[in-house]
């Protein structure tokens, strides 16, 4: 048999370590939730798929059009940045960047979106057409769309 007798000083002790332990691991709970939370969120914006166009090859002035469906799932602020980089090196082609207005959503809501994009007056090559969505509600990484597009050598 085994003797459960215990002097109050023990089970004080016992008692008194256990708080401690608790206090000290909802205290390193709540520090990893405060300064760590980008991991443990998602972004608003859900990519579902991306329609892209039959046509690969532009001149410049031509309209590259491709569908687009996204979900919001969640009350958010999507903001838009968009540019070209070229295909081989990922450099940012100047003058390509445009950051669209923030567009309040109060609501989860599927978007299927036709986007058009006017091709610059760029040189023959390969280029990329970047998307990225992101919330300002949320520090979350973006959702990036790519769409790869050529500008030919026989425009005009």
Do not use: H, W
């Not at 085994?2 to 256990?18: C, G, P």
């Not at 390509?96 to 610059?120: C, M, N, R």
């Amino acid at each position: 048999m085994i003797d459960i007798k215990r002097s109050k000083q023990e089970i004080v002790l016992n008692a008194a370590i256990t708080a401690l332990l608790l206090g000290i691991f909802a205290a390193l709970g709540i520090t990893f939730a405060l300064n760590f939370p980008a991991p443990l969120r998602k972004n608003p914006v859900v990519y579902n798929q991306i329609i892209l166009p039959e046509q690969q090859s532009y001149c410049p002035g031509e309209e590259l059009v491709f569908e687009l469906q996204i979900t919001i799932t969640e009350p958010a602020i999507i903001g838009v940045n968009e540019a070209v980089i070229y295909a081989d090196s990922g450099d940012f082609v100047p003058g390509t960047l445009y950051t669209d207005q923030a567009k309040p959503f109060v609501e989860p809501i599927p978007l299927d979106l036709q986007t058009s994009y006017i091709i610059p007056d760029l040189e023959p090559g390969e280029y990329k057409r970047i998307t990225a969505m992101s919330s300002s509600t949320s520090d979350a990484n973006p959702v990036f769309v790519v769409v790869p597009f050529s500008v030919r050598d026989d425009c005009d």
